[in-house]
């Protein structure tokens, strides 16, 4: 294709998309021309460039451009080998455990985070392992940041947060086998927290899986939240 004909292609392809990712391969033409033509449609505001090779396309509203979900945003980039979610105020908010909106969307990985991403922070949680060997989906892994984060970031009284999250666990999208292989490389907080949860929606032979924390002392910590408020 010549410059003029992968320029139009681009364009007109572009043009008729809403709320997608574009990359450079995902044109025939020679990638220097693509990159052109991508370059001229970020000029006109068409296309946001999120990190060197990846671009959004958003669809209209009345507040301008619709923005890609970070979450979604940092499984583009890093493709489907590593665990993403939510973690932090995007996490709780996300699963309906606070109403607060963080003003940068915080996003865990369970591999070294890629760089130059454009407004998101992410948390580097390689340690957990597990995450990633049970093939955890994004909802899974905002599930354990959301326990992880339950002190600082749940706003909800703790019987409110028990059933939101005895709720999560009997959702269709979140498999309670994965979150207990998951949970071998969790922190001990959330080991505890997610066995006591189990517990409560009648799961004990999977809490029983769980590795308990080491002390007496940690299981009392973890679990505070769950005791304050009745």
Known sequence: MSMKSTAADVRRRVLRSENRFWHVDDFGGEPHAVAMALGRLLETG??????????WRGGDTHFGRQRPEAVRTLREVAGDREAVGAAGWYATNLLGLSTQVAPRPVVSITGRPPTGLRG?????????????DAHLNE???TVLEALEGWDKYVEVDSKKALDRFAQLLDAEEVRIDRLVRAAKTESPVVRERLRAILVRVGAEEAASTIPRARSEASRKRALRVIATDG
């Open 46 to 55: 068409e296309l946001e460039r999120l990190r060197r090779g990846v671009y």
């Open 120 to 132: 998101i922070e992410v948390i580097n949680r390689a340690a957990r392992t597990g995450r990633r």
């Open 139 to 141: 909802t899974e892994v």
